[in-house]
């Protein structure tokens, strides 16, 4: 898989909803709860960004991925050497990593889709659409 591949991935997944989903949890939680063992994370109520994230970019970021944790994924990034110092600089494909309350704890990962220069475009599961609603979970 390459990351144009990934990124199809993850765009045939926009508007994907869990309370949609027939069965307990997100497909992503479902998922990485069969690969890692972690029988928790397929339960209903889990937040799933960074399951979603594993899942779409599986294969590609074997230090990083996968992971269901936010601060766990920036921790491997560190270690890895992947972390890139602007967002600017990210290329589609990376993640960007989110601390909405700047308390140094991250609530929220997403796969950048673009660079637009002065903003990216991403693609991020378990968010609201538009602006109301939950953007961390």
Request: glycine share 14%.
């Amino acid at each position: 898989m390459n990351v144009e591949q990934a990124l199809d991935y993850a765009r045939g997944e926009i508007g994907y909803s869990r309370y949609d989903d027939p069965e307990p949890g997100s497909k992503y939680g479902r998922w990485y709860a069969n690969i890692s063992g972690e029988a928790w994370c397929g339960a209903s109520g889990v937040p799933y960004c960074a399951m979603f994230s594993s899942w779409c970019l599986y294969g590609l970021m074997w230090n990083v991925l996968p992971s269901y944790n936010c601060d766990q994924i920036r921790q491997r990034a560190e270690e890895a050497g992947c972390v890139l110092d602007s967002v600017y600089d990210a290329e589609p494909g990376d993640l960007v990593l989110y601390d909405w309350n700047g308390n140094g704890s991250l609530d929220h990962v997403g796969i950048v889709e673009e660079n637009n220069g002065g903003y990216i475009t991403t693609i991020e599961g378990n968010t609201s659409s538009g602006s109301a609603g939950s953007q961390g979970n």
